[in-house]
């Protein structure tokens, strides 16, 4: 791939915690206002989701997907997906919260063209045949 762009999925979000922490630590020191990283989009954040969403009946009927993207070895960004599977659908977990909802990805100003394709291939090709659900994803996301 181009920029050596790899993609990896993991269904437990404990297994890239240090990467995703990376990713916020990143966020944290970069101090642009046009960065869009938000709590939303925190490690922390994700972990309650992640408890909440797969306990109970959920988790029988629902997976949290992350698929971390890497560039050159380094973590780059986080794709998380709550993926049921009974509707086949696909969308960013929001829990039903007002806050911005996005790829994990403090490098907004570094997405290329060549990032964006090889996100948007990825994701054609791993949840293809599912409905995807972008509905609460600003439009300013890669």
């Given at each position: ?67 971390l ?7 780059f ?39 964006v ?26």
């Amino acid at each position: 791939m181009a920029n050596n762009i790899f993609f990896e999925r993991y269904t437990n979000i404990r297994d890239i915690k240090k990467q995703w922490l990376q990713l916020d630590k990143v966020a944290d020191s970069i101090n642009d206002e046009y960065i869009k990283y938000t709590y939303y989009q925190t490690y922390e954040w994700n972990e309650f989701l992640y408890d909440h969403l797969t306990k109970g009946l959920s988790g029988l009927t629902t997976t949290m997907c992350y698929d971390l993207v890497t560039v050159s070895g380094k973590p780059f960004g986080i794709i998380p997906l709550t993926v049921t599977r009974l509707s086949k659908k696909a969308r960013i977990p929001s829990c039903r919260v007002a806050g911005v909802l996005n790829m994990v990805c403090p490098y907004v100003e570094d997405f290329g063209e060549d990032i964006v394709s090889a996100v948007a291939d990825h994701i054609k090709r791993t949840y293809k045949g599912m409905k995807l659900s972008l509905a609460d994803v600003p439009c300013c996301s890669p």
